[in-house]
């Protein structure tokens, strides 16, 4: 039969709207056996949570109801690990006495089978089971299960509120019971209480020697185990970071992810699962910073066309281009795709802006200049509703001076950019939003060389490091209750060390065609990991950026044309990549007007 699937949103709003009651009986029923279908009003079954949901009663010489873990020398013998090898409660005695476990959940349509794990040391060797509690008279020796009444009182053993009795110790019965599973149909018994609240109530009483009574992994509905959330997500083809935070969240002990969970159990497929889990991460880090490092060495190639004085320029063919002075505008755009790589989920970047700048050339061939930037950056994670839009503001100064001969110029620049970021992520429990400011340092570096091959055409090649650091601050998100995130602040760098050529053809005597090859390897490699934590207390996994290896290229077209003696115009397209599954475009186009 196919199961039905139930998007996350559809979830969500279900739960909000108060819904939920209805919408699981009935889901129970139209989607017969999926992959999950357990009531989810049983409250930390297998105690991973201590007693929290339960209510504890003792009497007589009864101790405290026990929390344990792995193998236990209790009063009345050794309690092996559970089967679960997880933690476990038991019951325990100095002499007669009464330990009481009880639950209220509310019952649901379909079918309701009650499983627990148990197991007995019982040093009497026999079992008296009155129909009371009667530590303090009679003998009785004996483990309990009954389902209550609603408004029923636990700790008073009265027949009329017991609606079934589905599990009792018998005469006869071993001594000693190591861990065993029970399997207890209760639909028929609870068939008439669909939508209230009844009791489960564990009871275990002596008065002729020691007992324990161990129980785990107590639950009512189709299984007794709910799939763990990191086997759904595997089987819902879940990538590397949703497998760690799925088991994460098994892992994780405490109340602060029941919300989350409890909407996440209403799943019926692994994928539903797989795709809940992935949203909790924050894959926009990485992404972030890939926009980052984009914008600023966008600009810093856009700046650059100014350093180097593009064209038959510097006397080279006793022609001059440009004057002494000059103030420039560049509106440009960008558009780039991460694939998804090594189980981790690429991108699209998306952005546009402008600069403005002035620079002058004085007698000895000098040059210094400034600039200021505008970008807008969209950022859109691939397989999630998550993205990012930017405002970035970049300030920076440049300049040139000839080195060794008038044919070889030093260049260089230095940047600063504030990038003002807003945050959106879908999640199963609403969506979370944020906002912060990070930083970007950039320093660019070059020796670039005139080689006049003829009349029309100079090529110039580049040698140079480039190295920019990006600094994020912790920031919280709003919006999502236990989904949303607290981020830690991280910050990264990149090195790059740069080969490159410029050939400037010269078309006529008032434009020319440009080609620009630039390849990078970058020095540091840095593995960039962005840590965060759940509202819930979920410490989540490392979200770690997609590593494209160390090699970068580019490769420009450009055409570039004077249009009086004041002024000339600018057309550059320039493609880039690292490796073979990023790349990035961009377009642009420069007015130069001389004064």
Same mark, same amino acid.
């Given at each position: 039969m196919s199961k039905q699937r139930i998007d996350n949103k559809t979830l969500f709003q279900i739960f909000k709207n108060g819904k939920v009651s209805i919408f699981v009986s009935t889901l129970l029923l139209s989607a017969s056996i999926g992959t999950i279908n357990v009531n989810a009003d049983i409250v930390n079954g297998n105690f991973e949570d201590g007693l929290n949901g339960w209510t504890t009663n003792v009497f007589g010489s009864a101790n405290p109801v026990t929390l344990a873990t792995g193998t236990t020398n209790a009063s009345a013998g050794t309690i092996n690990p559970s089967l679960t090898a %997880?933690?476990?409660?038991?019951?325990?005695?100095?002499?007669?006495?009464?330990?009481?476990?009880?639950?209220?959940?509310?019952?649901?349509s379909g079918t309701n089978k009650l499983f627990f794990d148990y197991a007995i040391r019982n040093n009497a060797g026999s079992y008296f089971t009155p129909d009371s509690f009667n530590y303090n008279g009679a003998q009785t020796q004996q483990a309990r299960f009954d389902v209550l009444k609603p408004g029923s009182d636990?700790?008073?053993?009265? #027949?009329?509120?017991?609606?079934? +009795?589905?599990f009792k110790t018998e005469s006869g019965d071993p001594a000693i019971i190591d861990w065993t599973t029970k399997e207890i149909d209760l639909t028929a018994?609870?068939?008439?209480?669909?939508?209230? %609240?009844?009791?489960?109530?564990?009871?275990?009483?002596?008065?002729?020697?020691?007992?324990?009574?161990?129980?785990?992994?107590?639950?009512?509905?189709?299984?007794?185990?709910?799939?763990?959330?990191?086997?759904?997500?595997? #089987?819902?083809?879940?990538?590397?970071?949703?497998q760690r935070n799925a088991q994460k969240l098994d892992d994780f002990v405490g109340t602060g992810m029941d919300d989350f969970k409890t909407i996440l159990d209403t799943c019926t497929t692994d994928e539903c699962v797989a795709n809940a889990v992935d949203?909790?991460?924050?894959?926009?880090?990485?992404?972030?910073?890939? @926009?980052?490092?984009?914008?600023?060495?966008? $600009?810093?190639?856009?700046?650059?066309?100014?350093?180097?004085?593009?064209?038959?320029?510097g006397g080279n063919s006793g022609e001059e281009m440009f004057t002494e002075k000059n103030f420039w505008f560049k509106p440009f755009g960008t558009w780039g795709e991460q694939n998804d790589k090594d189980g981790l989920a690429g991108y699209d970047i998306k952005s546009y802006g402008f600069g403005i700048g002035a620079d002058a050339i004085n007698k000895d061939d000098q040059q210094l200049g400034f600039g200021l930037f505008y970008t807008n950056a969209d950022v859109d994670v691939n397989g999630v509703n998550q993205n990012s839009d930017v405002?970035?503001?970049? $300030?920076?100064?440049?300049?040139?001076?000839? $080195?060794?001969?008038?044919?070889?110029k030093f260049l260089y620049q230095v940047g600063y950019s504030w990038q003002m970021t807003d945050t959106f992520r879908e999640t199963l429990t609403g969506d979370a939003v944020a906002d912060y400011t990070s930083n970007v340092a950039s320093i660019d570096l070059k020796v670039m060389r005139d080689y006049q091959v003829n009349g029309k055409w100079l090529v110039q090649?580049?040698?140079g490091l480039s190295y920019t650091y990006f600094k994020a601050p912790s920031y919280s998100e709003s919006g999502a209750g236990v989904a949303s995130l607290d981020v830690n602040k991280f910050s990264t760098s990149e090195t790059l060390l740069n080969i490159g050529a410029v050939s400037n053809y010269k078309i006529d005597d008032s434009s020319i065609f440009i080609t620009t090859l630039d390849l990078g390897y970058d020095l540091e490699n840095n593995d960039d990991t962005v840590t965060s934590t759940t509202q819930g207390g979920l410490q989540l996994a490392d979200s770690e950026s997609i590593d494209n290896g160390?090699?970068?290229? @580019? $490769?420009?077209? &450009?055409y570039e044309k004077q249009l009086n003696?004041?002024?000339?115009?600018?057309? +550059?397209?320039?493609?880039? &990549?690292?490796?073979? %599954?990023?790349?990035?475009?961009t377009i642009s186009v420069k007015y130069v007007i001389n004064f």
């Open positions: %997880d933690q476990y409660v038991y019951t325990s005695q100095s002499s007669p006495g009464l330990s009481i476990l009880s639950q209220a959940f509310n019952v649901t636990p700790t008073v053993y009265n #027949a009329g509120d017991i609606i079934v +009795t589905g018994d609870l068939a008439s209480y669909v939508g209230q %609240d009844v009791i489960l109530r564990f009871w275990q009483e002596d008065n002729q020697g020691v007992f324990n009574l161990a129980l785990d992994n107590i639950n009512v509905g189709l299984t007794q185990l709910l799939s763990s959330y990191f086997d759904q997500t595997v #089987a819902g083809n879940g990538n590397t970071p949703s949203e909790l991460e924050v894959k926009l880090a990485g992404a972030g910073v890939s @926009a980052a490092k984009q914008t600023a060495q966008s $600009i810093a190639k856009i700046v650059r066309q100014r350093q180097g004085t593009f064209g038959l320029a405002d970035a503001f970049t $300030i920076l100064g440049y300049g040139s001076t000839p $080195i060794i001969d008038n044919k070889t090649p580049t040698v160390r090699i970068s290229y @580019a $490769i420009g077209l &450009g003696n004041n002024s000339n115009i600018n057309f +550059t397209y320039e493609y880039s &990549g690292e490796g073979s %599954d990023y790349s990035n475009n």
